[in-house]
């Protein structure tokens, strides 16, 4: 029912910055719920960022607060991730999701991926 395809990611020094947007696709799109989620080496894909249908409420991992916003655009069928101040940690392959209720940071709660987008930041 809804189709999500991340983008934005790169190659980019400590302290700088990108964006992510993830596309979406399918009619219900604007009352789904959206969130980002990472995957770094050797580790276990972890929350990063929720947003509700409306634009909010919002919420974020502690590692990310202050450096990262998740916003999205309805009319668009678009979200987003602003990321500053970019650290080597923040090294992952970031995936969009999608789920038919409230923002959630749980990933079995998302009904719908992206493929992810790479995110590597060098020191």
């Known amino acids: 029912q809804v189709h999500v395809a991340e983008s934005g990611g790169g190659l980019v020094q400590a302290g700088g910055s990108l964006r992510l947007s993830c596309a979406a696709s399918g009619r219900t799109f604007r009352t789904y719920a959206m969130a980002w989620f990472r995957q770094a080496p050797g580790k276990e894909r972890e929350f990063v960022a929720t947003i509700g249908w409306s634009g909010g409420p919002t919420d974020y991992a502690e590692s990310v607060k202050y450096r990262f916003t998740i916003s999205r655009d309805n009319p668009k069928n678009t979200v987003y991730l602003q990321m500053n101040s970019l650290k080597p940690e923040d090294t992952a392959v970031y995936y969009c999701?999608?789920?038919?209720?409230?923002?959630?940071?749980?990933?079995?709660?998302?009904?719908?991926w992206g493929q992810g987008t790479q995110v590597t930041v060098s020191s």
């Open positions: 999701a999608a789920r038919g209720g409230p923002a959630s940071t749980r990933q079995s709660q998302y009904d719908y």
